[in-house]
């Protein structure tokens, strides 16, 4: 078949299309995942409305507040905004031993005030510690009560152990998951939509439940101790301890996503929680009256400032390296057309 300049054209142009926009970067190319992993967090139905891979030397404020209250009665902790720290590109919830406020432990928690929402997707990789009496864990926590929150406990006494809440309160579905968390980081999801509810671990269903709740919430992370599930650090807890997490993704409900079958949800035993009493907390933006409680919002109020949208998941993960891959492959794709030209230049001379 002769070749034409027509022909060459086509195929030069195909080449090029498919290595520009067909590149896939082989495993490790993302800074903190795998190419896979990343593209995993496109979901249809969700838009990614906020993205923090904590790269700075302090708490972004116009999303971030930190929790500032006592916490399970005297054995409790104190939440303390000093315990929240941001270094090495990790957040870093840190429980010490220190007095303050009638209490033998202080500990650090942040809530994103600013993206409170009905239904949404969240997102965090982290590190637990080990040690009993630390109780380190992602919420979703409405404004006022607790009847609505939502849990991801994770403690490493000894045996490292999940608790899944969905719904705290009287009528609340769980699981309880054995597992190894404190020995890297791991990725953690909430999906929230109507008619279902599902949390993951490292991509992996672990909880499934056809209720949803219909009240708006805010994410949460911290570190509790002193209740009736968790207990107090004893002689071989080593502190200071951090809740060490990566990055956080929170997604915007958008679309149709298909609803649970069925709950697959055990019930959580009544006593995991202790009821939660009001307190109140001051703070430089606000002063309100909240429930005092894992998860609970106790710094006072949403910070002021707008909230910042990304629209590209993967383009969140630490200036991860796009567009060299694609600049590379586009060059050889005109290198390579470039010869076939010349080539078919020449046979048709001769």
């Given at each position: 078949?002769?070749?034409?300049?027509?022909?060459?054209?086509?195929?030069?142009?195909?080449?090029?299309?498919?290595?520009?926009?067909?590149?896939?970067?082989?495993?490790?190319?993302?800074?903190?995942?795998?190419?896979?992993?990343?593209?995993?967090?496109?979901?249809?139905?969700?838009?990614?409305?906020?993205?923090?891979?904590?790269?700075?030397?302090?708490?972004?404020?116009?999303?971030?507040?930190?929790?500032?209250?006592?916490?399970?009665?005297?054995?409790?902790?104190?939440?303390?905004?000093?315990?929240?720290?941001?270094?090495?590109?990790?957040?870093?919830?840190?429980?010490?031993?220190?007095?303050?406020?009638?209490?033998?432990?202080?500990?650090?928690?942040?809530?994103?005030?600013?993206?409170?929402?009905?239904?949404?997707?969240?997102?965090?990789?982290?590190?637990?510690?080990?040690?009993?009496?630390?109780?380190?864990?992602?919420?979703?926590?409405?404004?006022?009560?607790?009847?609505?929150?939502?849990?991801?406990?994770?403690?490493?006494?000894?045996?490292?152990?999940?608790?899944?809440?969905?719904?705290?309160?009287?009528?609340?579905?769980?699981?309880?998951?054995?597992?190894?968390?404190?020995?890297?980081?791991?990725?953690?999801?909430?999906?929230?939509?109507?008619?279902?509810?599902?949390?993951?671990?490292?991509?992996?269903?672990?909880?499934?439940?056809?209720?949803?709740?219909?009240?708006?919430?805010?994410?949460?992370?911290?570190?509790?101790?002193?209740?009736?599930?968790?207990?107090?650090?004893?002689?071989?807890?080593?502190?200071?301890?951090?809740?060490?997490?990566?990055?956080?993704?929170?997604?915007?409900?958008?679309?149709?996503?298909?609803?649970?079958?069925?709950?697959?949800?055990?019930?959580?035993?009544?006593?995991?929680?202790p009821k939660p009493a009001p307190t109140t907390s001051t703070t430089a933006a606000d002063t309100t009256t909240t429930a005092q409680a894992a998860g609970t919002d106790l710094s006072g109020g949403a910070p002021?400032?707008?909230?910042?949208?990304?629209?590209?998941?993967?383009?969140?993960?630490?200036?991860?390296?796009?567009?060299?891959?694609?600049?590379?492959?586009?060059?050889?794709?005109?290198?390579?057309?470039?010869?076939?030209?010349?080539?078919?230049?020449?046979?048709?001379?001769?």
């Amino acid at each position: 078949m002769p070749i034409t300049l027509r022909r060459l054209i086509a195929v030069a142009g195909a080449f090029v299309t498919v290595a520009s926009v067909g590149f896939v970067p082989l495993a490790g190319a993302w800074p903190g995942g795998t190419a896979a992993a990343v593209a995993a967090t496109a979901q249809p139905g969700w838009r990614l409305a906020f993205s923090d891979d904590f790269n700075g030397s302090s708490l972004d404020r116009s999303h971030w507040d930190t929790y500032e209250g006592p916490y399970a009665g005297a054995s409790g902790n104190y939440w303390r905004p000093d315990d929240v720290l941001v270094s090495g590109g990790k957040l870093r919830i840190r429980i010490q031993k220190r007095s303050f406020g009638g209490r033998s432990y202080t500990s650090g928690g942040v809530s994103d005030y600013a993206l409170s929402q009905t239904y949404g997707r969240y997102q965090f990789r982290a590190r637990i510690p080990k040690g009993k009496g630390i109780d380190s864990y992602g919420t979703l926590w409405p404004k006022d009560g607790d009847a609505d929150a939502t849990l991801v406990e994770l403690l490493a006494p000894g045996g490292e152990s999940a608790y899944l809440t969905n719904a705290y309160g009287s009528g609340r579905t769980g699981r309880t998951i054995g597992g190894n968390f404190s020995d890297a980081f791991h990725t953690y999801t909430i999906e929230w939509s109507p008619g279902r509810f599902r949390i993951l671990f490292d991509g992996t269903v672990w909880l499934s439940d056809s209720h949803a709740s219909k009240v708006a919430k805010n994410f949460g992370l911290a570190i509790g101790s002193g209740d009736n599930l968790t207990g107090t650090p004893n002689a071989s807890t080593a502190l200071p301890a951090f809740f060490e997490v990566d990055w956080v993704r929170i997604w915007r409900y958008t679309g149709e996503v298909a609803a649970a079958t069925a709950t697959t949800a055990i019930r959580a035993p009544a006593t995991t929680r202790p009821k939660p009493a009001p307190t109140t907390s001051t703070t430089a933006a606000d002063t309100t009256t909240t429930a005092q409680a894992a998860g609970t919002d106790l710094s006072g109020g949403a910070p002021s400032t707008g909230l910042a949208l990304a629209t590209d998941p993967a383009s969140q993960r630490r200036s991860a390296p796009r567009g060299l891959p694609i600049l590379v492959a586009v060059i050889s794709g005109v290198t390579v057309a470039s010869s076939l030209l010349a080539l078919g230049l020449r046979r048709s001379r001769g």
